[in-house]
């Protein structure tokens, strides 16, 4: 027992849970214990989750049973996100997980969408993604593992119960050698030496010892910022709601593959369809309204009767300095906080473990190599979804005091680039590692109104009447496709039944 | 399109010009763009080669360059990597091979599992169980059928410099793309760019966009180059017989006072000798190769070698690629990897409107990225160099290097891992095989490697060096390649 390398993760909500279940899946157990320590006094923020299609290689990484999983958690399958009234009122779009289009000639495809969109001759973006075409109709289907066929471009994500998820994995991690311990920390010891975290102390009087910590304990950061004192990079000025009000309600007809955003007066709604009931809440800035006006636009504005009081949460956007620091690693709350326009938790905690895993000490002793690739990694996460989520933010009619407000702000630099190119020419860098890819980007730029000038010259060699008539091929194709899904209800129904809470 | 780029001058010599001219003709002429070249007949290194990485092959698609011509008009031989000899001190060399390192196994790179078991005291390089390398080093090459490994093999060319130039500009001939005589022509500005150039006979030629590769015409507009370190100031180049069977690599050997390289071609042998004048002094450089080379060659004098480049090679309307845009660095294929990505980037990029192109600004931000990254890749030999006690290498290990290549180096020998930025030209397992041929055996290794048992592991690599041996028996010869490309 002495010579293994002992890990001791801080917290059991969904992050704690997932970082045991990685580690109980792929940590040779004869030389490494992980223990998680956690109070049931302490609850988890149990929301309705939306993810994104990287949850689903979490969960193969670990060899989740993908229908298992489903009915154990209520989860639905989700294809994108569906903004409402964000650019102008009354307008709508998809962000989905899959790709406009397919191969024309020498240029992409959207760069022929812009041409023939500004010649007039083409549909909406929304009519070449068939995600989007079948998300809207309320139909579902696995990809069909054809590569010639449009109902194989795309990817798909769950909606959960993130409570339930977490209970699942505790109970999978512990069948599997992860010690639970039940307990509340009233004390971190510190190495006087070196400042590492040394073991934390519970009420019990019971001594935890570690080599490595993982700070899963939410906002509050009990060991990353109370202990270590390691600091956040404050990005509330960019986006800035502070609070949310949550509430579930009875499932309703309208039974989406999809999770959707209303932007509203001081924030924007969600709204979360899993197989029980379905999520909502109210992300708001306080500074704009109070907190019973939320809750009261809130409960106004659900299409199924209110199954609780609303419950407010608080929060600020930003990022913790450093998601490794001494021996512990941050991950989740603990490591900074953006706000779920874009399903973005549950990715972060994924990535958290992911490189955490690899970039594992090996014994005591931690080569300053391995923190550093492990924040830097983080910071690339962290900043490019943050300035993703800011791009909804400030192409919006500036109808509210809110909306004024974010809509004159000076943005990132790395932002402001990023949409004078994309107006110019349709440009959008693409990069290897994190996220968003350029479909996200399209979607979301043109959806809130921001359309190219003009596009790729390449997209010029073609005449244009062949142009048109292959897009218009498409969105028939497309249609076509997306009649033969079944329903998202008839899919579930038949795939993942999950029994009355 | 109203205000579309419609007149393109390329303005320039040898390669850089005519590859310019020609990729730019071959996508945008359908669109009624005319190039006009003015070849500023800019004289050839004597015995001057080049080494083209695998992109190239690609980007010979794009231009219509077939192997056939290839190796017709440039003696070319196949490039299937670079060996590094004496780099750390001995006689041990390494071969920097275009492929896989090891095949990934149990979901994780090959690179952990060897670390694991070199820790454990295996002695096998990491390059033996790389199917590019096995097969270069035993003068075997193209894919065979039904693989064992499935390892990507891949493959640029060696070429002659002054032939390479000449099929080159006979495409641009064949593409109806205008060619003037044009040395000691005069940029004209107007506005922001520049709106015609003067030739010497008197002729002027109005552009919506200039492609530079001579210098002249980024200069008029500005003037600021950035120096770099340089690794060595002197070149002598020179030809020796060609080998006999020809190697499918180049080698690249450390000397006291820099390195020489040996680039096989079809019927001879181009040398290059780059070395530091505070090492050695001119006048003792061509005994210093002889030396080196054991006997005496056909050699030019000593040249310069520069190590500058342009922080911003798009400036209004003039772009610089090529030399115009800096010097690359002196190995690694960088000098061909760097105009070939200058360009393709270009095409990419077309600017819309004539009159006014913030293209600028992306492709200046894309080609320094991909410059500092291609500069970092051949750093680190310098980096890693193990010849101690000699002047010249300890200074090049001591030289300050990116704070992005440091993080490489210092991950890749924390952990066998590759710190990955934007903008990188060459794959993680071309640095694996560079740094661990360099001597770098990572300290530690990825833990989720521990759930293969040991013996498990002994029997994967087993199979993978067996996989190995027989996908190199089932490739071809070397001159069984040329041939067939030859037709």
């Known amino acids: 027992m002495g010579d293994k390398f002992e890990i001791v993760i801080v917290g059991g909500g969904t992050a704690g849970w997932m970082c045991a279940a990685a580690c109980a899946a792929k940590l040779d157990p004869a030389r490494f214990r992980v223990r998680l320590v956690e109070s049931e006094e302490i609850g988890t923020v149990g929301v309705g989750e939306a993810t994104l299609p990287q949850m689903k290689d979490f969960n193969d990484f670990l060899g989740l049973d993908e229908a298992e999983f489903m009915q154990a958690t209520q989860a639905t399958f989700k294809l994108g996100i569906e903004f409402i009234n964000w650019g102008r009122q009354g307008d709508r779009y998809v962000h989905p997980f899959g790709t406009f289009g397919r191969p024309i000639g020498e240029a992409d495809f959207f760069s022929y969408w812009i041409r023939a969109h500004r010649a007039g001759t083409a549909a909406s973006l929304s009519d070449y993604c068939f995600p989007i075409v079948a998300a809207l109709q309320n139909r579902f289907m696995l990809p069909s593992g054809d590569a010639n066929d449009v109902r194989n471009a795309f990817a798909y994500a769950y909606q959960f119960d993130a409570f339930l998820y977490a209970r699942y994995l505790r109970q999978w991690a512990e069948a599997r050698g992860i010690e639970r311990v039940e307990g509340r920390i009233v004390e971190v010891e510190q190495d006087g030496g070196t400042g590492d975290i040394a073991a934390v102390k519970l009420a019990s009087g019971a001594r935890i010892a570690g080599d490595l910590f993982v700070d899963c304990s939410g ?75 939320a809750a009261a636009t809130l409960l106004a504005n659900l299409d199924g009767e209110a199954m609780a009081e609303p419950r407010v949460l608080r929060f600020k956007a930003c990022k913790r300095e450093k998601a490794w620091a001494h021996n512990c690693i941050a991950m989740g709350l ?36 391995l923190p550093a690739e492990l924040n830097r990694v983080m910071d690339v996460e962290y900043d490019r979804i943050r300035d993703f989520l800011i791009l909804h933010y400030i192409a919006n009619e500036p109808d509210a005091p809110l909306w004024e407000r974010v809509t004159t702000m000076a943005v990132p630099d790395t932002l402001a680039d990023k949409i004078d190119r994309f107006r110019h020419r349709g440009h959008v860098q693409a990069y290897r590692d994190g996220l968003f890819g350029p479909p996200s980007w399209q979607a979301v730029f043109v959806g809130q109104g921001i359309e190219p000038q003009a596009a790729d010259r390449l997209a010029d060699v073609l005449p244009a009447a062949t142009v048109e008539e292959r897009l218009a091929s498409l969105a028939a194709t497309i249609a076509d496709a997306a009649a033969t899904a079944p329903s998202h209800a008839d899919f579930i129904a038949r795939y993942c039944p999950a029994p009355a809470p | 399109m109203t205000n579309s780029v419609q007149r393109v001058v390329v303005h320039g010599g040898g390669v850089a010009a005519a590859m310019a001219a020609l990729a730019v ?166 506005g ?96 210093a190769l002889a030396s080196a080379l054991g006997r005496a060659v056909d050699a030019a004098p000593p040249a310069p070698l520069a190590a500058a480049a342009r922080p911003r090679p798009w400036v209004g309307n003039v772009v610089a690629v090529g030399p115009a845009a800096g010097a690359a660095p002196p190995l690694d294929g960088a000098e061909l990897l760097l105009l070939q990505l200058g360009i393709a980037q270009l095409v990419l990029l077309w600017p819309i409107d004539r009159a006014a192109m913030p293209e600028a600004d992306i492709y200046n931000e894309e080609m320094a990225g991909t410059r500092a990254r291609v500069a970092d890749f051949t750093a680190q030999h310098f980096r890693l160099n193990a010849r101690t006690g000699e002047l010249y290498w300890d200074a090049a290990r001591a030289a300050p290097v990116s704070a992005e290549l440091a993080a490489k180096i210092d991950l890749f020998a924390a952990r066998g891992m590759f710190a990955h930025y934007n903008h990188e030209a060459h794959v993680e397992d071309s640095w694996a095989l560079v740094m661990a041929g360099h001597g770098v055996t990572p300290r530690s290794f990825d833990p989720q490697a521990l759930l293969t048992e040991d013996q498990a592991l002994m029997a994967e690599f087993q199979r993978q060096l067996r996989a190995v041996a027989s996908d190199v028996h089932a490739m071809e010869s070397h001159a069984d390649a040329l041939r067939r490309m030859r037709g």
């Open chain 2, 192 to 287: 922001a760019g520049l709106d015609r150039i003067d030739l010497a006979d008197g002729e002027q030629l109005a552009a919506d966009l200039f492609i530079d590769t001579d210098g002249t015409l980024i200069a008029a507009l500005d003037p600021g180059t950035a120096a770099r370190p340089a690794f060595c100031d002197r070149i002598i180049r020179a030809s020796a017989p060609a080998f006999d069977p020809l190697p499918l690599y180049s080698r690249v050997a450390a000397h006291p006072a820099g390195w020489l390289t040996m680039i096989p071609l079809a019927n001879r042998t181009a040398i290059e000798f780059a070395y530091d004048s505070a090492s050695l002094a001119d006048a003792d450089a061509p005994a």
């Open chain 1, 219 to 293: 906002f509050r950061g009990l060991l990353m910022a109370q202990t270590l004192g390691v600091g956040i990079e404050d990005w509330s000025h960019w986006l800035p709601c502070d609070s949310a009000a949550a509430v579930p309600s009875a499932r309703s007809a309208d039974f989406h593959p999809y999770t959707r955003s209303t932007r509203r007066t001081a924030g924007w709604q969600w709204r979360i369809p899993l197989q029980h009931r379905t999520g909502n809440g109210y992300v708001y800035s306080g500074a704009d309204i109070s907190d019973d006006e």
């Open chain 2, 25 to 190: 003709s071959r996508a945008y002429a359908r669109l009624g763009t005319d190039v006009v070249w003015v070849d500023t007949g800019e004289a050839f290194a004597p015995h001057a080669a080049l080494i083209a990485p695998p992109d190239l092959s690609t980007f010979h698609r794009l231009l219509g360059i077939d192997e056939a011509t290839l190796v017709r008009h440039a003696a070319a031989t196949i490039n299937m990597g670079q060996q590094f000899a004496g780099w750390s001190g001995g006689d041990d060399a390494f071969l920097h091979a275009y492929g896989d390192a090891g095949s990934a196994f149990a979901s994780l790179p090959f690179v952990q599992h060897w670390t694991r078991a070199r820790a454990a005291g295996l002695g096998v390089a990491l390059e033996d169980f790389c199917l590019a390398a096995a097969a270069a080093k035993q003068g075997r090459t193209g894919a065979p059928r039904e693989a064992a490994t499935r390892q990507a093999v891949k493959a640029g060319w060696h070429l002659d410099a002054a032939g390479y130039a000449r099929l080159l500009r006979a495409a641009c001939e064949q593409a109806d793309i205008r060619i003037v005589p044009g040395a000691g022509a005069v940029p004209h500005r107007g």
């Open chain 1, 334 to 369: 603990a490591s900074g906080f953006l706000e779920p326009l874009e399903s973005t938790s549950i990715y972060l905690v994924q990535m958290a473990i992911m490189h955490m895993l690899t970039l594992l000490p090996s014994g005591p002793g931690i080569d300053p190599a």
